[in-house]
């Protein structure tokens, strides 16, 4: 379960009640959740206990999709993708490796994204902004020389700085879900200590040193 609280109808939430009949039918999606993609749907359901928020994260999903965007939907998709599997976010990743498909990334690119630093199915700004993704996402926004001189090689401004906002934005969304454990992100901690065999505290290291002397 999410770590927050949800809210459905019965929010009486008009904004939210016209993206809840597109995705959940005329069901209400906290008695019964799931979505045609899969997930339960929580994400929307726990965004809305605030309103204006719900508005403001659904209005940037209508961005990146906007006629609007001079941005290409193949590197887009790229960013986004990638974001969600850096931050470690099942949700995110899965969902945009969908997205993807859509948006014309073959098979062998989306299989390629966890390990795209040793693929040879990204052309050169492909791997240019896969590059750009890590940095903005694993490197805190320290971008190299090298990487934005290909970008800009490739891609206008306005592009670079589209790219850019959808990306950070996605990493926020990726971040978010496992903070709040929604959707795909609902999993325990997995990195923990393990038992011993025994009961009785064992320090491995100190019987190694004791061994070397």
Not at 89 to 98: E, L
């Amino acid at each position: 379960m999410p770590r927050l609280k949800q809210a459905g109808r019965e929010a009486k939430n008009p904004y939210a009640d016209q993206i809840f009949n597109m995705l959940f039918g005329d069901r209400d999606p906290v008695e019964e959740p799931g979505t045609a993609t899969g997930t339960p749907g929580n994400w929307w359901t726990v965004f809305n206990i605030v309103p204006d928020a719900f508005e403001h994260t659904t209005e940037g999903f209508k961005f990146y999709r906007s006629d609007k965007r001079v941005l290409g939907a193949k590197l887009r998709e790229l960013g986004q993708t990638r974001a969600g599997f850096s931050v470690g976010s099942q949700f995110v990743f899965s969902q945009h490796c969908k997205a993807s498909r859509e948006a014309g990334l073959s098979e062998a690119q989306i299989e390629a994204i966890p390990h795209w630093q040793v693929a040879d199915c990204y052309s050169d700004i492909e791997r240019a902004v896969l590059a750009y993704t890590d940095a903005l996402v694993l490197q805190r926004g320290r971008v190299s020389d090298g990487v934005f001189e290909v970008l800009k090689m490739h891609l206008s401004d306005e592009e670079i700085l589209e790219f850019t906002y959808v990306t950070c934005t996605y990493m926020m969304h990726a971040v978010m879900s496992r903070a709040l454990r929604l959707e795909y992100d609902d999993v325990e901690e997995r990195v923990v200590e393990m038992a011993a065999p025994e009961q009785d505290s064992i320090d491995i290291m100190s019987m190694v040193d004791q061994e070397d002397a």
